[in-house]
Nanobody, 124 residues
Framework: QVQLVESGGGLVQAGGSLRLSCAAS????????MGWFRQAPGKEREFVAA????????YYADSVKGRFTISRDNAKSTVYLQMNSLKPEDTAVYYC?????????????????WGKGTLVTVSS
């Protein structure tokens, strides 16, 4: 079991930046694929980014490529999402997630553990 707590959300103007953090409990953080997902009002939850347990592989949704960067610090059991050049359409609740599956499999078949989310609002 792993518990995930997101932080760093807030209100930002279009073109601005935010960095989300996700702190994980447990001693085996470095064995988990980690990911970020988001859910906008009235829409289904969608994949944003994922990172392998070692940090050596990262994957992004087309909508955020070149603007968002996922990273992890296994010593701190924390995964980050740096969001730059934010757009109003990035407004959503952002969720951190973890899986024991390999990153490609986890993206396709789902994650195992979820945080409660943090709200990001981008004003135009």
């Amino acid at each position: 079991q792993v518990q995930l707590v997101e932080s760093g959300g807030g209100l930002v103007q279009a073109g601005g930046s935010l960095r989300l953090s996700c702190a994980a409990s447990g001693r085996t953080f470095n064995s988990y694929t980690m990911g970020w997902f988001r859910q906008a009002p009235g829409k289904e939850r969608e994949f944003v980014a994922a990172i392998s347990w070692s940090g050596g592989s990262t994957y992004y949704a087309d909508s955020v490529k070149g603007r968002f960067t996922i990273s992890r610090d296994n010593a701190k059991s924390t995964v980050y999402l740096q969001m730059n050049s934010l757009k109003p359409e990035d407004t959503a609740v952002y969720y951190c997630a973890a899986s024991k599956r390999a990153v490609v499999v986890a993206i396709r078949y789902g994650m195992d553990y979820w945080g409660k989310g943090t709200l990001v609002t981008v004003s135009s």
